[in-house]
């Protein structure tokens, strides 16, 4: 970690980018949500418009649908959406991820161009009732039957949006008698297949955005299987350190506006804040300015040519502090938020409440840091 | 700087560092304390900040400053080489004069405007001092009787300005000085608190009670987690207002660096706290070198800006866009 001089600025190419795609949102505003429009199915609205300018996938390369440029120019992007208050592009550069390193070629060429275009919607079948922070003891089964398809069968939890989706990354156990990471296989599953069973979560929002999904005698095809068979832990790791990122996530931006409204307020109302509110404020501006020195030094180190790894643990932490405690102090200076109802802060504010849970606890999060980064030792009790 | 170069620089001075470390706070003594600034006056870094443009940029300065900070030394690397000299560089002052280190306020803070009463800082090797004042009015002061402060390895004395003042920086190389000031003193705790954290993570591997390393316990693991979640905060923030130095107006580059000053102030002292409760009852005691990081990141704290400054300060609108 004796790292010399990096360079935190952005790359001239990556300038003209945001300028491109500025110009381009000129002309393609945002559209409004119709009354009777769930948000998702907006979201998909604007996931079709956003890539039918071409920002959506900037990552992957031209062969699969994308346009070969790399994570940072997708990243800038998000950047610029968010800065606009715009909702992000679609998050599914993880499960381009998984495809890109673990799909077939045939697959990565069928697969790709369709989820970038949204003309497929993808969920993730990971977390199960009984397996959430320990994954591994994931009990969803994909027996092998004598004709080579399997039967799956299991039950599925927080699948976000699986009642919107067409396509289902899955992920069950293969081999009962392998140690558990190597014992399982990722799946495309088609969430129209027989046996399948989606039904909704309504979450502490109100919102209905995760989902079980219940899986009895379900036939998946040979070649529905991503990568080998056992190669499943491995892609879902893979995976969800691309989803730990401040920076993949596009979150960055919109933390900076909730700040700057929040000083711009505290100014106006400078007789009758309370006191402390003031210092408490700027504690969320250091907030926000690390996570911004912090995302660009690992933009520099990434472009330095390092490969995200554990590290991405120190990064979830650190956005999950300043998510929660910015939330908690828009609560504080907008209280009417809790005197109304469907407040927008407020829903931000719960959700923010979920920060420390989604994509691996935060302590989950310490656990890796320690065993991963620090090399403490396991439990070596004699 | 080169970067071969650089690394040349940070590797003499991560030797120098080895070799002149006290172990414990009775190893500091005169003597001991003019040997290192000999040492490290021998390095021949007098110029890095020199000259025009400089011959270290701020960011390479603020890694040399948390190799500095890495291990309990008494030399002034910041005053003396790093902060003096890059005042008399902005004021365009080319005198071959007595070897200087900067005066701050009685309680160390950046001082008011015409303070008369100062306090040098960081004055090993030193033989009179700079003041800059909150107008950008830059004096010179002379040295007076040794100060105590609760930082063991840093020395403070009285100062007194003296003589017409020297120049006076313009709005803009007020902000260049005060953020670079900022990023600078804030490295040196960074290296402080990255180190400490090390060296306690190093010994929660080997200490063992109920027949385990305690560092198998997740509650020791926890503790040690976040202590390095903060490590990393406070650099990245560090490093990055260092870069805003060399590249961005200094207005924005003065903002991320009353941020960075602002995190260093909380974590640094944070992260030293969870270092000495995993180490337990021998970092409560003076031959561990456990209080002379506690007390180098806790005087830090309060030295340029404290966090009852900093945090107003950047909530006001204006503060960074």
Redesign the interface.
């Known amino acids: 970690?004796?790292d010399?001089?990096?360079?935190?600025?952005d790359p001239a190419d990556l300038e003209r980018l945001r300028r491109d795609f500025r110009a381009w949102l000129a002309d393609h505003p945002l559209p409004e949500r119709r009354p009777d429009e769930p948000v998702p199915a907006f979201l998909h609205r604007w996931h079709r418009i956003l890539h039918s300018g071409g920002w959506v996938g900037l990552d992957v390369p031209e062969e699969y649908g994308g346009r070969g440029l790399t994570p940072l120019h997708q990243v800038a992007v998000s950047d610029e959406l968010g800065a606009r208050g715009a909702p992000g592009v679609p998050r599914i550069g993880y499960l381009a991820h998984a495809l890109m390193e673990f799909g077939s070629e045939e697959q990565r060429r069928r697969l790709l161009p369709r989820m970038l275009a949204g003309d497929d919607v993808w969920c993730q079948g990971f977390s199960e009732p009984g397996a959430g922070s320990d994954l591994a003891g994931m009990s969803t089964r994909a027996q092998r039957r004598p004709d080579g398809d399997y039967l799956v069968n299991g039950q599925k939890l927080w699948t976000s949006y699986a009642q919107y989706s067409g396509l289902c990354l899955l992920l069950a156990r293969t081999d009962r008698t392998a140690p558990a990471h190597a014992s399982f296989s990722a799946f495309v599953l088609p969430l129209d297949r027989a046996g399948v069973t989606v039904r909704p979560l309504r979450a502490a929002s109100g919102d209905e955005e995760f989902c079980e999904l219940f899986l009895d005698d379900v036939r998946i095809e040979e070649s529905e299987r991503v990568g080998a068979e056992g190669d499943g832990w491995p892609l879902a790791m893979t995976t969800v350190s691309y989803e730990r990122n401040a920076l993949d996530t596009g979150h960055l931006s919109k933390y900076g506006l909730l700040v700057?409204r929040?000083?711009?307020t505290?100014?106006e109302r400078s007789d009758s804040l309370p006191d402390g509110l003031?210092?408490?404020?700027?504690?969320c501006?250091?907030d926000y300015?690390?996570l911004?020195?912090?995302a660009?030094?690992r933009t520099a180190q990434r472009l330095a040519g390092q490969v995200a790894g554990p590290?991405s643990s120190?990064d979830k932490?650190?956005m999950t502090?300043a998510e929660q405690r910015l939330y908690e102090t828009a609560l504080l200076v907008f209280p009417d938020e809790l005197h109304t109802e469907g407040g927008e802060v407020f829903a931000d504010y719960l959700y923010s409440r979920a920060a420390s849970v989604y994509g691996g606890t935060s302590?989950i999060?310490?656990?890796i840091?320690?065993?991963r980064?620090?090399?403490?030792?396991?439990?070596?009790?004699? | 700087m080169e970067s071969e170069e650089f690394t040349l620089v940070r590797d003499m001075v991560r030797a120098f560092a080895t070799r002149h470390a006290v172990a414990s706070a009775d190893d500091i003594t005169p003597k001991s304390r003019a040997a290192a600034q000999q040492a490290l006056d021998g390095l021949g870094l007098a110029e890095l900040r020199r000259t025009t443009p400089p011959a270290a940029t701020a960011q390479e300065c603020a890694l040399l400053a948390e190799e500095h900070g890495r291990l309990p030394l008494t030399t002034s690397l910041l005053g003396t080489v790093l902060l003096a000299p890059e005042l008399l560089r902005l004021l365009g002052a080319d005198e071959d004069g007595p070897r200087l280190t900067v005066a701050l306020a009685p309680d160390l803070r950046l001082p008011g405007p015409q303070a008369a009463d100062l306090r040098a800082w960081d004055c090993d090797g030193a033989e009179a001092a700079l003041c800059a004042d909150a107008e950008g009015t830059v004096t010179r002061a002379e040295l007076g009787s040794p100060t105590p402060t609760a930082d063991l390895l840093r020395s403070a004395r009285q100062a007194y300005a003296v003589g017409e003042p020297l120049g006076r920086l313009a709005a803009q190389d007020r902000q260049r000085w005060q953020g670079y000031a900022l990023v600078v003193v804030a490295s040196e705790l960074v290296g402080a608190a990255r180190s400490f954290v090390e060296q306690s993570v190093e010994y929660a591997r080997d200490r063992v009670q109920y027949g385990r390393r305690i560092g198998s316990f997740q509650a020791v693991q926890h503790l040690l987690a976040d202590a390095t979640v903060l490590v990393e905060a406070c650099a990245s923030a560090t490093r990055y207002a260092a870069w805003c130095l060399d590249h961005e107006p200094p207005d924005r580059a003065l903002a991320a660096a009353r941020a960075a000053k602002a995190e260093v102030n909380a974590s640094a002292v944070e992260a030293v706290y969870a270092g000495m409760q995993v180490f337990g009852g021998i970092a409560q005691t003076w031959e561990h070198p456990a209080h002379l990081y506690l007390r180098r990141v806790l005087v830090g704290a309060t030295v340029l800006a404290t966090t009852a400054d900093l945090l107003p300060a950047l909530a006001a609108p204006e503060a960074t866009r």
């Open positions: 970690m004796t010399g001089p990096l360079d935190f600025g700057d929040l000083r711009r505290a100014h003031l210092a408490q404020i700027g504690r501006v250091v300015q690390v911004v020195a912090h660009r030094r590290e120190v932490l650190l502090r302590q999060q310490r656990n840091i320690a065993k980064l620090l090399r403490l030792p396991a439990d070596d009790r004699a």
